[in-house]
């Protein structure tokens, strides 16, 4: 462990003998943005565990923080204060450097629009992270995970708006990430389409046991969660257990 990471000592796991320390921690974690002399107020005091294997759907209306607090998890952003731990390292208190290890080996993001290059096939779009990444999955498993084992060589635009939001989870996914944060994944699609990606997201949690964010302002798409977390204008207005996890088939929205 290099000197610049502060480790979290006060992880509590006595308050409960059965859960592991989790793997992502944030305590009273705070951002603004100074729009010239107006301060806007993005995130307010957001404390929130996460644990190995959990699917979380973050829920809320457009405005309330939820892709700061993503892009803050996934590194792309620092809080103004408060901190953000990962297996109990400080990642508020990283070098750049270390930001750029976390967000390259333990991060896998999947964006609303899918960020495929246009000119590699589906097979190339995801050896490009795969040949970069330390122990990543095989380019044609991760696809195959995504159920398009039967369109590596298809280029996105011979590929739907679902296959092509799927190629963009096999890329996200074929490095091995601890962590997987799907920022409104559905987002573009339409309501078959969306479970189908859902379905996808919800197979590399169960058969992987990545940890999983799902950003999302539907709040249908909330059953098939372990937990949900609801933001309002910046802070948790709600937080719950879902007792059983619904199938994305099952949800309707
Ligand atoms: N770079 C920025 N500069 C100034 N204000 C910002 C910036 N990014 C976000 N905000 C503001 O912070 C608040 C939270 O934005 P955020 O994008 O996190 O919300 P969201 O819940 O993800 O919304 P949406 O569902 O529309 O994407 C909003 O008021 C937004 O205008």
Redesign the pocket.
Known sequence: MKSSQVVDSSVDVSANSQQRPPVLRISDLSKF?M?GEVR?D?LKHISLEFHAGELAVLL?A???????LLNIIGGLDVPSSGKLFFHGREMTAATEAELTAYRRRSIGFVFQFYNLISSLSALENVQLVTEIADNPMPAEEALRLVDLGHRLNHFPAQLSGGEQQRVAIARAVAKRPELLLCDEPTGALDFQTGKLVLDVIEKVNREIGTTTLVIT?NASIAGMADRVVR?RS?EISEERRNLTRLSPSELVW
């Open positions: 943005y729009m806007v993005a809320g457009s405005g309330s923080g939820k892709s700061t302002h933001l910046g």
